[in-house]
């Protein structure tokens, strides 16, 4: 694992990214020295040609990146891998007009890119099935033996089988209250508590994982000390979690982690700095979509009976509530009948136009003047109402200390899961909520704050 802007990135994803990256610039390198009939080195060296060559690279892993093929990228058919290998290139082409459009100094030259993204297609498919066949059963590859079987663990196990680009293989369990033999999530019990440090040698792991039902007089502390010595990696259930799946896990969090760790509450410093930059970021956006807001507000008026803004009280920081913008996307008096109450898919309330909003995002925009009157943040976890906090903080433990910091416009949870409607999402966005709050900084809202436009550009929106 290798964390980069305070995320946890799979290696294997991490050498996949860097290795494309050499294998792009190749390409063009070499399509330099195809099509450039005076020494091709001059143009690199001396007109910043090779500069030219990273920037075009660099748009192209952005591209990857932009169509998930950095976060899905296990292949699933060779035609679908080309054309969306594809698409990326497309993306760079876009880029180099935008970028000729502000310095035709720095745009490839034409003769340039057609031949090297043929050439970058073929050896970028190529190279993808490969790694898939190949490096990705190897590089950054890490047997992982399990100490215990308690609930964090199977949460664990069943992420790992379905996101096998984590670079976790599940080597077994070792477990007193579990058959010998039996088979969960696809690999079996190898025995009990006792043998840990036989199984340990045998399964030859590089991690283990300890969540034991009950550790009182049943840690194997002297065999896991000794391993520990021996150089494999040892952790706790709850650390292990958060590493894979970029949540803090709530079923075996405990009062005394909140209240004598120094990590999981907000940094003052943090939220501070997010405080500065975020004034003028929301300044900013609020003139780039000005006349986006101008066009929603009118379509709005003019496709439904009702004020083209909507306004609702939402709870925010320190649990103040405060009067929350969108626009709206539902009929006009739509919860008159039913009161409160989450939106669902297909929702009958919400407009046609509302779908379209929804999904585009746009409906979130007038929550700018929120962010400019100090009640919300770009970036942190979504603000709920007053009504289903009442609701999910007497269901969910630690639900209020999710309102230890503003509220955001988008958050960690929303790039991160599904927008759902019942208690058990809430409970995993809460989770995610808590890693964003861990974690809280300038790098990881530039990265949620990037997959948010990548989700409004590609219509991947709320219900």
């Not at 308690?150 to 070792?174: C, K, Q, S």
């Not at 930059?277 to 003019?302: D, E, G, N, R």
């Not at 009161?339 to 407009?351: L, V």
């Not at 003047?369 to 603000?383: K, T, Y």
Request: contains cysteine; glycine residues 8%; charged residues 20%.
């Amino acid at each position: 694992m290798v964390r980069v802007f305070r995320v946890t990135v799979p290696t294997t994803t991490f050498v996949l990214l860097i290795s494309e990256l050499v294998l792009l610039t190749a390409c063009y390198v070499i399509a330099t020295y195809l099509v450039i009939e005076v020494d091709p080195s001059i143009f690199l060296l001396n007109e910043r040609g090779l500069l030219r060559i990273l920037l075009v690279a660099l748009t192209i892993i952005l591209g990857l990146h932009f169509f998930d093929l950095y976060s899905e990228y296990h292949m699933v058919s060779r035609t679908g891998l080309v054309l969306e290998i594809s698409q990326a290139m497309g993306f760079a082409f876009i880029a180099q007009a935008i970028i000729g459009y502000a310095d035709p100094d720095w745009i490839a030259p034409r003769k340039l890119m057609i031949p090297g993204s043929l050439l970058a297609i073929i050896a970028l498919s190529t190279w993808r099935m490969l790694y898939d066949a190949v490096f990705m059963r190897h590089v950054g590859v890490q047997r992982v033996l399990f100490v215990g079987m308690n609930a964090v663990i199977r949460d664990i196990a069943e992420f790992l089988t379905r996101h096998p680009e984590i670079g976790w293989i599940n080597a077994g369990y070792v477990a007193d209250d579990a058959e010998q033999g039996a088979e969960v999530s696809g690999a079996p019990v190898l025995g009990c508590v006792r043998d840990v440090s036989r199984i340990a040698r045998d399964v030859q792991p590089r991690r283990i994982v300890v969540g034991m039902t009950e550790r009182r007089n049943s840690m194997p502390v002297r065999d896991l000390l000794d391993l520990r010595f021996s150089g494999i990696v040892i952790e706790d259930a709850g650390a292990a979690y958060e590493m894979a799946c970029g949540r803090i896990c709530t079923k075996e969090l405990r009062p005394s982690q909140l209240i004598f760790s120094g990590e999981l509450g907000p940094k003052q410093g943090n939220i501070a700095l997010q405080s500065i930059y975020t004034f003028p970021a929301a300044l900013v956006l609020s003139i780039v979509f000005l006349p986006v807001m101008l066009l929603a507000a009118a379509a709005v008026k003019l496709t439904s009976r009702g004020p083209a803004l909507f306004r609702q009280e939402r709870v925010g920081m320190g649990g103040k509530t405060f009067t929350l913008y969108k626009f709206r996307s539902m009929y006009a008096g739509a919860e008159a009948s039913t009161g409160a109450a989450w939106a669902t898919k297909n929702d009958p309330r919400i407009t046609p136009l509302g779908r379209w909003l929804r999904k585009l995002r746009i409906d979130e925009l007038p929550q700018l003047w929120n962010v400019l009157r100090g009640e919300m943040s770009l970036v942190g976890p979504r603000p709920e109402r007053p009504e289903f906090v009442r609701m999910l903080s007497g269901k969910i433990p630690y639900y209020p200390h999710r309102h230890s910091v503003k509220p955001g416009i988008t958050g960690w949870a929303q790039i991160n899961h599904k927008y759902g409607d019942t208690i058990e999402d809430a409970i995993v966005k809460l989770e995610y909520d808590l890693y964003y709050i861990k974690h809280m900084s300038i790098s990881l809202d530039l990265y949620i704050m990037f997959h948010t436009f990548k989700t409004m550009l590609r219509q991947k929106g709320a219900q």
